[in-house]
């Protein structure tokens, strides 16, 4: 087991350098064009191929880095540079991780190089869970997988929303109901493989922030998979309905569902991303505040605006210490045993929305048009607090592990 440490290794700093070089030099160049563009920038989603950022093989190493600091070290680098650009090349993982919470060996192997393609033919892959009327509430979700025994096939129905890559994916992670009597317990994962028919992309969403980055409906209607696209095999899935149905007549205890397996496992990264927005935008206002004068000085001569920037550092250290803490933890088997994974992703969040607010507070008039950075940065990190479980609902879950209690 990996002891704790706070130093990145060489091997690390290394990757760390070469992230951050690629965010400054090819990343941040774009960002403005593409948020203006609201597009997905296959531009820059290539070139992170070639180099080897975009690729099975490089997330791969960073999540299984055995101090668990691989995945949030490279997210906060990537979104250093920015937001909507950076979740564009990383929006497959969450697929992926899907795919790898639930999966089998056979199907991990199967279907993750086909979420990426190559430098030559880039692909991505998008993980619908959140519907119309459930988002948050993920017991009201209604598309529906029902299992046709002679043909050894699963036919989906429903109306997915917010999926990241929706529509443009080559592979979609479809969560849905195969038994509606025992609430999100009944759900399970599937993967719909490229050009299946029946799936189509509706609304696309235009956005206050990351702009860059596709947010579309996917609509199911008779969309036919082969039984094999069951994520974990049909087997295990009937042995944990059973063992659900079983709980849940004698109000024992909660069984988790493929989409929470996969929000948890991804929070802490999505807290890194914050950090990494957070980060981008104090810097910004550090730089300003050292060569901005007034009254004959430069501004962060008052400590009206030092103190803030003073605030602005502390915050996002702490968070990432969080990060990091839920990272190692979550990589070392030792159990959040007081949701420490949420601890880490509302903190971030809520630290990169205000952290970007200050921003704009110290750049003054400069801060609220599009010459400079900031403006957006604030606009991309106002998605932190709400993807991947809101504010509210990781104090539910923290406020729920803390107490033992069911709040509601």
């Known amino acids: 087991m990996a002891e704790f440490t706070l130093e990145l290794n060489d ?6 350098e070469w992230l951050h070089g690629f965010a400054a030099d090819v990343i941040r160049p774009a960002a403005a064009e593409w948020d203006e563009r609201e597009e997905t920038p296959w531009p820059v989603i290539q ?32 979104f250093w540079g920015d937001a909507g650009i950076a979740l564009s090349i990383v929006g497959t993982g969450l697929a992926a991780v899907g795919v790898l919470a639930n999966g ?12 990426y393609g190559d430098a030559d033919d880039v692909k991505v892959a998008a993980f619908c869970s959140s519907e119309p009327d459930a988002g948050s509430d993920v017991a009201s979700m209604r598309t529906r997988a029902v ?18 890559n929706g529509g443009i994916a080559n592979v979609h992670v479809v969560v849905a109901v195969v038994d509606p009597d025992i609430g999100s317990k009944g759900h399970a994962s599937f993967i719909v493989p490229p050009d299946t028919p029946g799936l189509s992309q509706g609304q696309k969403f235009k ?26 095999g049909k087997e295990k899935l009937d042995e944990r309905l059973a063992r659900a149905r079983e709980r849940a007549k004698a109000g024992g205890e909660r069984v988790k569902n493929a989409a929470m397996a996969t929000f948890e496992a991804s929070r802490p990264a999505v807290g890194a991303m914050a950090v990494g927005t957070a980060r981008a935008a104090y810097e910004v206002a550090l730089d300003y505040a050292k060569t901005r004068s007034q009254f004959g000085r430069p501004i962060i001569d008052n400590q009206g605006i030092a103190f803030q920037l003073a605030d602005m ?17 979550a990589t070392t088997g030792k159990p959040f045993t007081s949701a420490e994974g949420s601890m880490s992703k509302l903190y971030a969040s809520e630290a990169a929305r205000d952290v970007t607010a200050q921003a704009i507070q110290i ?6 048009t599009r010459e400079y950075p ?7 990190a106002a998605i932190y607090t709400i993807f991947e479980g809101t504010s509210e609902i990781q104090r539910l879950v923290i406020a729920r592990t803390l107490s033992g209690m069911p709040i509601r």
């Open 207 to 232: 956005k206050h922030g990351i702009r860059a980055s596709h947010t579309a409906e996917v609509v199911l209607e008779d969309v036919r998979v082969p039984g094999h696209c069951l994520l974990g």
């Open 374 to 380: 900031v403006e957006r940065m604030h606009r991309d």
């Open 363 to 368: 750049l003054g008039g400069n801060g609220f």
């Open 313 to 329: 550092r502390t915050r996002i250290d702490a968070a990432r210490l969080l990060v990091w803490r839920a990272s190692w933890m």
């Open 47 to 78: 070139e992170a191929a070639k180099v080897g950022i975009y690729s099975l093989d490089f997330y791969a190493q960073q999540f299984f880095d055995p101090t668990g600091l691989g995945i949030p070290m490279a997210m906060e680098e990537l």
């Open 147 to 164: 299992y046709d025994e002679a043909k050894d096939e699963w036919v989906l129905n429903g109306t997915k929303t917010w999926a990241t």
């Open 104 to 115: 089998t060996e056979e199907q991990i192997g199967t279907w993750i190089p086909q979420m």
């Open 11 to 16: 091997d690390q700093k290394q990757v760390k």
